[in-house]
């Protein structure tokens, strides 16, 4: 089973009257690269929500967002009576011009120190990792299920396109062991009309050495042999990767196969060799885009 990079998971818990939400979204990257995004009173929980996600994802660039909402009585701030005195005894001793001073309330609660949260930072933090690390743990079992079904769909279509380069490969082996032949027979007629033609003689030894030059220079077999070795590779990967990470390994093995596959076209003058390999390269590219979504 292989995995995408791409993925969405997320869930969610009432817990004492707070609703909390998370949610995971994965994308396509070398590496992981995590993007935490949480609420001021939860950041001192971004280390541990990042090393969470790194048990569970290898590769791609993670976000993961975290929120609550707090309907119940406690998540009302308490007004600091203290600073509010003071800041009213100090307004009374204001004097402005025309008389009389007006005070807004609201603009007095917005003062620094006047409002004070429910309940200290080490109260609120605790009690928001005992709610979200367990919903961190099942949006990721959402996010993995959802990578796993886009990778099985991309692991059907990489072997569509072996199946497709090992067919054309076929071709190619069955036309290599006749190019030799092909050349020597025009070789021979086209010596035999200069022959003619200029009423000189070729030594037996000089045709053999130039068609002897001519396989060597030609000679695709191991080629053939190391791209077939390849694609027998990458259909092992695919098949044994049990929600191991492949795409880098199947991304490095697609480039040998290109490697191959170029040097046959530069090595084989023949057509119908040079179509099946214009063929081949054009899967291996699919190939290549491909495995870049792949964990």
């Given amino acids: 089973m292989v995995r995408s990079m791409t993925g969405y998971g997320d869930a969610s818990a009432t817990l004492d009257g707070v609703h909390y939400f998370i949610e ?3 994308l396509n990257n070398k590496y992981f690269k995590a993007a935490i995004r949480l609420a001021e009173p939860f950041q001192g929980l971004e280390a541990e929500f990042e090393s969470r996600l790194r048990e569970q994802i290898t590769r791609g660039t993670v976000t993961l967002n975290a929120r609550c909402t707090d309907a119940s009585e406690q998540a009302a701030y308490e007004i600091n009576t203290k600073a509010l ?5 100090q307004l009374k001793g204001v004097k402005l011009e025309g008389g009389g001073t007006t005070v807004d309330l609201s603009a007095l609660l917005a003062l620094p120190g006047v409002l004070q949260p429910p309940a200290n930072e080490e109260d609120i933090l605790a009690k928001a990792r005992s ?3 367990p919903l961190l743990d099942k949006a990721c079992v959402n996010l993995l299920a959802m990578r796993a079904r886009e990778g099985a769909v991309l692991a ?4 569509s396109q072996l199946a497709f380069i090992s067919e054309r490969l076929a071709i190619v082996s069955e036309r290599a062991p006749g190019l030799v032949a092909d050349y020597e027979a025009r070789l021979r007629q086209r010596i035999d009309v200069l022959v003619q033609e200029a009423g000189l003689k070729v030594e037996p030894v000089d045709l053999i050495r130039e068609i002897a030059s001519y396989a060597e220079r030609t000679d695709i077999a191991e080629e053939i042999k190391r791209l077939s070795a390849h694609l027998d590779q990458f259909r092992d990967l695919l098949a044994a990767a049990a929600g191991k990470p492949i795409g880098r390994t199947l991304d490095f093995l697609a480039q040998e196969m290109l490697r191959e596959a170029n040097t ?5 003058p023949d057509a119908t060799v040079s179509r099946a390999t214009v063929e081949i390269k054009g899967a291996i590219d699919r190939i290549k885009e491909q495995v870049q979504n792949l964990e």
């Fill in 156 to 159: 059907d279509e990489l072997r």
């Fill in 131 to 133: 709610a979200f690390m």
């Fill in 264 to 268: 046959i076209a530069s090595k084989s």
């Fill in 85 to 89: 005195a003071r800041y009213v005894e």
């Fill in 24 to 26: 995971v979204r994965t």
